[in-house]
């Protein structure tokens, strides 16, 4: 194509009052000559533009200001106190003297970056941080592969240790290996091996505990999250999805489908029926999906304002699908739904009406873990609890009684209920409460086995589960379910000839090595 515009300027050259002003790269068109046999590439440029001007670079001095107000002016309807303002100025300032600097180079970049933002903020308006908003785009228009790793590893970016809406717990030494691994995937983008500096100005700006586990090999406290939680920021478990909704706006629980739930919540008539609008609504949504971790986001920031009765109706409703509540996409859906019954549960702090709905949550969840994070975080472990803040009222003997009486009732009678590997902290917890729940739950374990070693195999693959890793508080654990007496004895007396698969066969193994004590800290058993 530059060939043919070459001809064309040599064939119209003799026009007169005729003048072609071309704007290019003198270097870069030279190059492409090179290959000419015989032919002096600057010699060859001359004969078509004799005479060239070099244009000054654009200084950064003119395209800050320019990335500056028109940036803030995308966000004017996000920013309406002046102190939100300047906060915004401030960090945006320093988002650029860090980073943008060495990538809005020209006003075509900061052009590109400015319509991005614009773009991808009319999709969430309000509901993320800005800064951190650029700081994404930035990265996504300039440094693709480096997004491409964010989002693809989000449990690592967004999750924290000191938040009970994040993923299970990770040893020490799993988490020093995967920040091992991102870093080297991270080091070997393209952007990371010609500016690693650049790169870790971006990331640092967005997740710097982060990249204090990835490059500095260390881990800094991170404090609390509730500074992080009201800024929106994207290394919080609740808002890191929402910051991908401008890559796939399909995701999007969108504020129409909103109002036009509410809508439909508000002329139920009943709390049966508004449970059941609920319900409905939440089967339309894939499993482990993110447009559904968006729907429950929303769905729990929204019970705050709705009207009492309705925000009581949609939190039964919640617990109702809790079995159904995925805690390993991205940040866990079942932790964050969590959240939500807390801000009713505060609504109603202020008198003994909290204590009837926390324990209908209870009673009416469909999952133990759910139910035993209600009465846990309602109780025993309050100070975990950022949502549910006035405890006055709250009282701990009513709510630990109706937890018991959940229990009992699923675990309590001949038939009863078969827990999964997800229900055993529940059992647990349960068999702490006192000496008659520890015997109640000894003797559902009795009951659940009987005399079969198959059984005794399913068992204890419910409580150590194959992958776990052995640690000093395991053996506790173990007895405080089914004393290790028991199991010995159960052991050496089901002697039968089930036939047991392989799975049953490891769980037996495992339960024949921890009744010898060949087991040590750390190891991970199969």
């Known amino acids: 194509e530059l060939f043919t515009l070459l001809k064309v300027i040599r064939g119209a050259s003799d026009l007169p009052n005729l003048t072609f002003v071309c704007a290019l790269n003198q270097d870069h068109v030279e190059n492409l000559t090179t290959d000419i046999e015989g032919v002096e590439s600057h010699e060859f440029f001359e004969k078509f533009f004799p005479t060239a001007l070099d244009l000054p670079k654009v200084r950064s001095d003119v395209l800050q200001p320019m990335l500056h107000e028109r940036l803030k002016k995308t966000f004017e ?16 300032d ?3 003297k860090s980073a943008l600097v060495k990538l809005c180079t020209n006003i075509r970049k900061t052009n590109l970056l400015i319509n991005d933002v614009e773009a991808s903020s009319a999709l969430i308006v309000g509901e993320v941080n800005p800064l951190d908003l650029c700081a994404l785009t930035a990265v996504r228009r300039f440094c693709p592969s480096l997004y491409e790793i ?4 989000a449990s690592f970016f967004s999750n924290s240790r000191n938040s009970w809406k994040t993923l299970s717990f990770q040893s020490d030494e799993a988490r020093e290996a995967e920040a091992a691994r991102i870093r080297e995937i991270v080091k070997s983008t393209p952007k990371a091996v010609r500016d690693e500096v650049l790169v870790k100005a971006l990331l640092t700006e967005m997740f710097p505990a982060r990249v204090e586990e990835m490059f500095e090999h260390r881990r800094s406290g991170e404090g609390s999250l509730d500074p992080a939680e009201r800024q929106k920021r994207i290394a919080h478990p609740d808002y890191f999805p929402i910051y991908f909704h401008c890559e796939v706006p399909e995701t999007v629980f969108s504020a129409r489908e909103m ?27 894939e499993k482990d999906s993110i447009r559904r971790y968006e729907f429950i986001h929303k769905i729990c920031v929204r019970i705050e304002t709705m009207p009492i009765e309705i925000a009581r109706s949609v939190s039964l409703a919640i617990s109702e699908c809790a079995d159904r509540l995925g805690d390993e996409m991205l940040v866990s859906e079942l932790r964050r739904a969590l959240g939500g019954i807390f801000a009713v549960a505060q609504r109603l702090s202020s008198s003994d009406e909290v204590n009837r709905f926390i ?17 846990k975080l309602s109780t025993t472990h309050r100070g975990e609890n950022s949502t549910l803040l006035r405890f006055e009222d709250v009282g701990e003997a009513i709510i630990r009684e109706a937890f018991i009486s959940r229990m009992s009732s699923r675990y309590g009678g001949e038939m009863g209920f078969t827990p999964t590997k997800y229900d055993m902290h529940a059992l647990y917890v349960w068999s702490r409460l006192g000496p008659a729940e520890h015997q109640k739950v000894r003797a559902f374990w009795q009951r659940f086995i009987g005399q079969s070693r198959r059984r005794l195999a399913e068992a204890f693959d419910l409580i150590v589960p194959a992958g776990q890793i052995w640690n000093n508080e395991a053996l506790a654990f173990i007895d405080e379910l089914i004393p290790i007496g028991d199991l010995g004895r159960m052991y050496e007396q089901n002697q039968g000839q089930e036939t047991l698969d392989a799975v049953q066969e490891r769980a037996l193994a495992r339960l024949e090595r921890v009744l010898r004590r060949d087991v040590s800290s750390g190891e991970v058993l199969y």
Request: aromatic share 14%; hydrophobic share 40%.
């Open 77 to 92: 309807t996000w920013l309406k106190e002046a102190e939100q303002q300047e906060e915004f100025s401030k960090g945006l």
């Open 94 to 96: 320093s988002l650029w």
């Open 150 to 153: 964010i989002w693809n590893n």
């Open 259 to 285: 109002e036009s739930l509410m809508t439909a919540l508000s002329a139920g008539e009943t709390e049966l029926r508004r449970r059941q609008i609920f319900n409905d609504a939440f089967d339309t949504f």
């Open 359 to 375: 324990g209908d949550c209870i009673m009416s969840a469909s999952s133990d873990l759910f139910a035993v994070n209600i009465y």
